[in-house]
């Protein structure tokens, strides 16, 4: 499953439900505190994902653009949902490496290939705004996630557009209202509270969040790949049974346990990298959570710490 989001594997959790992702991000961008008079002018990257006839989409963005401090404005112009997933590539590897990579059920992500954030899934008609700083390099903006059903994701059927970054200059995020900590065990404040921290290998701290529009700050201070996904807890379910139900491979019987039509998540980030994002929520129960393991494989990281409950009031 390497850095694909799996929406197979919620698919495979949680029987009879489509993972049309998240009804989420608000169509304005832009403006989110570009205040701080000497602040470098972010790079603007503008990627359009549209439709493109029988099953197939066209995904534009420019063919180079100057990279360190970037504004990604992505437009879902597509009747379907869609991400824009940025991936870099080391050496002469190529895309479609990276999408067999990334496509293949083996946990494993080689070390070419970059998770460099991106917008999470937003819905058709919907544009949604991150920043982050990109280092020079080969890049490619991807869909692995939105994909419905068992068919081969919407990557592969045109949801790609590759690009080059040439070196730019590295600027401040701007300002964020909430902000989402990915941490390695071992870090301070790694456990959680009341969680014992056994099995922690990750763990995620979360402060902010409120109904609404959210700007938030996706901090990856581990060293592997994540990404945070906010999928509200249905009705009295426990995280226990949402646990349960993630790790299950059988088909569930009962009611699902979160809501995957309004999950919202932010794009795949490596480590030690940040980028400040959009989010939408309602008021309620969610449980936070990362479907990526670590580069060398293993366990999806909600089974090794990062799965917990926020309340969003
Ligand atoms: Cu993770």
């Known amino acids: 499953m390497s850095f694909r989001t799996s929406p197979r594997r919620l698919r495979r959790s949680v029987a009879g439900f489509t993972l049309i992702a ?3 991000l608000s169509a304005c961008g832009g403006g ?28 534009k963005a420019p063919a180079s653009i100057k990279g360190g ?28 490496e990276a999408i067999k990579a990334i496509d293949s059920e083996e946990a494993r992500t080689p070390e070419w290939l970059h998770g460099a954030g ?11 705004v991150t920043f982050t700083n990109l280092p020079a390099g ?14 081969p994701p919407p990557v592969s059927r045109g949801a790609l557009a590759e690009f080059e970054v040439t070196p730019g200059k ?10 989402i900590v990915a941490k390695d065990k071992g870090e301070h ?33 581990s060293d592997e ?50 980028e400040v994002t959009e989010l939408a929520l309602k008021p309620g129960r969610y449980a936070l959570l990362c479907f990526i393991s670590d580069r060398d494989g293993g366990k999806p990281h909600f089974a090794e710490g990062m799965l917990r409950e926020v309340m969003v009031r």
């Open 225 to 274: 790949l994540h990404h945070a996904l906010l999928a509200p807890i249905i009705g009295d379910t426990t995280l226990e049974q949402v646990k349960e139900a993630l790790a299950s491979e059988e088909q569930p019987s009962g009611p699902p346990p979160v809501d995957f039509e309004n999950t919202l998540t932010t794009a795949v980030l490596d480590g030690q990298t940040k």
């Open 32 to 59: 989110s505190g570009e205040e701080g008079g000497a602040a470098p002018r972010p790079t603007s990257l503008a990627i359009t994902t549209s439709d493109a006839g029988e099953d197939r989409f066209a995904t």
């Open 189 to 221: 404040g790694n456990a959680g509270e009341g969680q014992d921290a056994e099995d922690h290998e990750h763990s995620f701290e979360v402060t902010g969040l409120k109904p609404g529009k959210n700007t938030v700050l996706f901090d990856n201070r």
């Open 170 to 179: 590295p600027g401040e995020l701007p300002a964020a209202g909430a902000r």
């Open 22 to 24: 998240a009804l989420g």
């Open 138 to 151: 080969r890049y490619a903006v991807i869909d692995v996630a939105s994909g419905e059903g068992e068919g």
């Open 69 to 96: 401090l970037v504004k990604i404005v992505f437009k879902n112009a597509s009747k379907a949902p869609h991400e824009a997933q940025l991936i870099r590539l080391d050496g002469d590897h190529t895309v479609q």
């Open 118 to 128: 991106g917008v999470g899934t937003i819905a058709p008609g919907q544009q949604g």
